[in-house]
């Protein structure tokens, strides 16, 4: 849902609250790297990457990771 992007795409990820240095390493590692891609989550997409980084399930939303990504990419 959130598209593809690669290391050639990175932007700093600790802009958006919530996002520290550890989960921006968790992201990346997982192919996210942009705003552009946390802007398209979609709840799925939450649920997988919060199984996938071991994150506190529910963070994502409370942090409003996707609002916050999409005001960086506009």
């Given amino acids: 849902n959130f598209g593809y992007a ?3 795409e990175v932007q700093d990820l600790t802009r958006i609250n919530g996002i520290g240095p550890y989960i ?3 992201l990346n590692e997982i192919g996210i790297y942009n705003y552009q891609q946390i ?3 979609k709840d799925e997409d939450i649920r997988v990457l919060t199984e996938l980084i071991d ?3 529910g963070r994502i939303e409370r942090d ?4 916050q990504a999409d005001d960086l990419v506009n």
């Fill in 64 to 67: 409003n990771w996707v609002e």
């Fill in 24 to 26: 921006e390493q968790k």
């Fill in 55 to 57: 994150f506190f399930p």
């Fill in 6 to 8: 690669d290391a050639s």
């Fill in 39 to 41: 802007s398209r989550f």
